[in-house]
């Protein structure tokens, strides 16, 4: 049962973290994507 | 860094999803900006938002898997980050072209704000070793690498012998050598210095700044090259980026298994020699009429080299520490990353300012060429530094285990 939770924990951190880590490191490229529009 | 200190203080979790919450607002303020100056602003919080997220998002990952499946772990943690090198280009395409790019920063809102309450709800609370916030570490290092960047910002506009760039360069190397001798006696550092006595985790450490510094420096020139020079639409310029995500997010997975049969060294110092490789075509490649078709294979090397390096790079150095030092391991991993980043751009920037210009096509050509000139060497170092990540990594964990204990006052 603990070991069962730990998983379900664990699994939830992975795709937790790696979704927050998706957010910042897109915003960078999109920011870099669109900065010669922005400047305008 | 001191976010990672504060997790360790007061809850991971707990500062993770503030990391998300100042995130998201800076997002919605540089959305709002009514000129350049508030979304410089707006922009640089959210940068403390991002400082905030990516060394608890790593230090969590670290204490919820063991180490037998960390390097999976942190394979797919990577992937997944790597979906932003396939995403991003395109998905800021479409919005600059179709919508305007006040959106690009209304995007994080959701995923933002979901993510942090599914946090609050799914993610356990954990704790590391209770330590002071070095406010004068803080202080001194921002200050110091500001000097730094500052002269090489302006280093050609300026003059690299005037007034303004030396006495910036000077005070910047002064502040970064007094943050070092702080470092050293205090008695929470912001830095723990004594890990750099691990060859893992300084090689891990040198080869993440490298690999920050060089990616940073490319895409920050590669969307701008194809719409400066070639002419494309931001959506165009975007999906012809593609290769290179898509190269990044295939190679990643498989990266840990390389690492099985090659070593961790071996991986990563072939990582940066692909890197290398395509640094260097396109370099010698850059023209106005230059062809689509001759910048995928050097893309592709490119983000294959990246792809390969950077999970191993991330487990070795997570690895290389005791389990009680994985949030300031963690959190400095994040540091020299950003800071790697940071010093990427500028010294892209310096050298592309030095050898073209934005005045015509020809001139950004020459300075993009120059720009991953200079990126392919930083690359051909990084190869260099990846040889000092050979195994060592259990004696390494026991003298890092001996370090944790040795100061009081552990948790």
């Known amino acids: 049962m603990d070991k069962a939770l730990n998983e379900s924990h664990a699994a939830w951190v992975l795709i937790l973290t790696s979704t927050a880590s998706l957010m910042v490191a897109l915003d960078a490229l999109v920011v870099a994507t669109a900065l010669t529009e922005i400047g305008r | 860094m001191t976010a990672s200190v504060a997790g360790d203080r007061f809850g991971r979790r707990r500062i993770f999803v503030a990391g998300m919450g100042v995130f998201v607002v800076a997002s919605a303020a540089c959305a709002l900006a009514p000129g350049i100056g508030w979304l410089i602003a707006a922009r640089a919080v959210q940068g403390v938002g991002a400082a905030i997220i990516m060394p608890l998002a790593l230090a969590q990952l670290g204490t919820a898997f063991p180490p037998e499946r960390r390097a999976w772990a942190f394979g797919i943690y990577s992937s997944v980050t790597a979906l932003s090198s396939?995403?991003?280009?395109?998905?800021?395409?479409?919005?600059?072209?179709?919508?305007?790019?006040?959106?690009?920063?209304?995007?994080?809102?959701?995923?933002?704000?979901?993510?942090?309450?599914?946090?609050?709800?799914?993610?356990?609370?954990?704790?590391?070793?209770?330590?002071?916030?070095?406010?004068?570490?803080?202080?001194?290092?921002?200050?110091?690498?500001?000097?730094?960047?500052?002269?090489?910002?302006?280093?050609?506009?300026?003059?690299?012998?005037?007034?303004?760039?030396?006495?910036?360069?000077?005070?910047?190397?002064?502040?970064?050598?007094?943050?070092?001798?702080?470092?050293?006696?205090?008695?929470?550092?912001?830095?723990?210095?004594?890990?750099?006595?691990?060859?893992?985790?300084?090689?891990?450490?040198?080869?993440?700044?490298?690999?920050?510094?060089?990616?940073?420096?490319?895409?920050?020139?590669?969307a701008q090259f194809q719409v400066a020079v070639l002419g494309q639409s931001p959506l165009a310029a975007g999906l012809r980026m593609l290769p290179w995500g898509i190269a990044l997010a295939v190679v990643a997975p498989q990266a840990g298994a390389l690492a099985r049969r090659l070593g961790e060294a071996g991986v990563v110092s072939l990582g940066f020699l692909l890197q290398a490789l395509g640094f260097a075509a396109m370099a010698l490649i850059a023209k106005p009429d230059l062809a689509y078709a001759a910048m995928i294979a050097p893309m592709v090397a490119a983000g294959a080299g990246f792809a390969m390096a950077i999970p191993i790079v991330q487990k070795a150095v997570v690895g290389a520490v005791a389990a009680s030092e994985i949030g300031k391991a963690s959190g400095t991993l994040s540091t020299i990353r950003q800071l790697g980043g940071v010093f990427g751009v500028a010294i892209a920037v310096a050298v592309f300012a030095l050898i073209g210009g934005r005045a015509t096509p020809q001139s950004f050509a020459r300075g993009f060429a120059g720009a991953n000139g200079i990126l392919a060497l930083l690359s051909l170092a990084g190869a260099v530094v990846a040889l000092w990540l050979s195994r060592e990594a259990i004696g390494d964990t026991q003298a890092s285990q001996a370090a944790a204990e040795a100061p009081a006052g552990s948790d």
């Open chain 2, 86 to 222: 396939v995403l991003g280009p395109v998905v800021g395409g479409v919005i600059t072209q179709d919508l305007t790019w006040p959106w690009i920063f209304w995007l994080n809102a959701p995923i933002g704000i979901l993510v942090a309450s599914l946090s609050v709800r799914r993610i356990p609370e954990s704790f590391g070793p209770r330590a002071g916030i070095d406010f004068l570490g803080l202080v001194t290092v921002t200050c110091g690498v500001l000097g730094l960047v500052w002269a090489l910002m302006r280093g050609n506009p300026a003059g690299w012998t005037s007034a303004e760039t030396l006495s910036s360069l000077t005070l910047g190397l002064l502040l970064i050598a007094l943050f070092i001798a702080w470092e050293l006696r205090a008695k929470a550092p912001m830095i723990p210095m004594h890990l750099f006595r691990l060859r893992i985790f300084s090689a891990g450490n040198a080869a993440m700044f490298l690999l920050n510094a060089t990616v940073m420096g490319t895409l920050f020139f590669m």
